[in-house]
């Protein structure tokens, strides 16, 4: 294989939510309430040009910061270690996020995601602790769960994949991850017939370490906001860079899960006879 037919592809791998269901005692946490998510997801993102886009978020954040318009502005100031070391979009201005979805929007980026309701998560580990008493939920599942789905569709591939997971610090779940991969590629041959060829490197970094990581928040937050909060605006912004969104609990027909793509937004469409009312 000569050096032009190779192909790699850069993948940035992100979570939202936290998938804590219980507390130490064993006591159910009352998702959605003090603060509590109702949804944990997993994401990714294909990014085609992660030295181009590493680079543009490095300029961006230092011209944000030489700006005098955010001069004084805490979140700008080292000290409190948000928008001056690295981009999260839950910390940044709305200013701030502006322009990073600018930015995110002229690179050719394609986000998947996969979402999991944490009421009716509970609700399944309530139930299998009735048919059997000694069962105790693993949070390491979900996360083999949402990874097995999240790589194990058919899209497309390449020679080699490289793939970077935001560490948690946690080294559990990095292995669980790594695991889930490798079942994820053994689910592909079954449904499909035949077996990816390609080389598959994994690394865990911190989100301040790789701004492609900050651009795998962005979206993440987006999705978020739409799901926790029911603001669609954000991720309707960034739709064109959608390629996949699983939701695997919601109802859908005779069925359970739907999949939201180009062909079938999340956000709901603009009602043009609301939008002249409101004028």
Known sequence: MSDEDFQR???????????????????NI???????????????????????LRAELTVLRTELLADPYFRGMPSM????????????????????????????????????????????????????????????????????TLTRELFGRLRQTADELNLVFASRGNTTRNQALRDALRDADADFQRKFGFERQHVITVEAKGSREDPCLQACDYFMWALQRHFEQGESGFIEMLWSK?????????????????IYGPKRPIFPPLNPDSALKSQ
């Open 77 to 144: 100031q080292e000290s409190y270690g948000k928008t001056a070391i690295m981009f999260h979009a839950k910390d940044d201005r709305p200013e701030v996020r502006r322009e990073v979805f600018k930015l995110l929007l002229k690179h050719e980026i394609k986000f998947y995601a996969v979402v999991r309701n944490k009421t009716d998560l509970a609700n399944f580990v309530l139930q299998q602790n009735v048919a059997n008493p000694a069962y105790r939920f693993n949070e390491n599942e979900v996360y083999h």
């Open 30 to 52: 009352i998702v959605g309430k003090d603060g509590c998510s109702k949804f944990f997801m997993l994401g990714k993102i294909r990014v085609s040009n992660p030295t181009l």
């Open 242 to 258: 959608v390629g996949e969104i699983v939701d695997l609990d919601i109802e859908h027909g005779t069925r359970r899960g739907i």
């Open 9 to 27: 592809m850069d993948y940035f791998i992100d979570e939202a939510g936290s998938i804590t269901l219980f507390d130490r005692r064993g006591r």
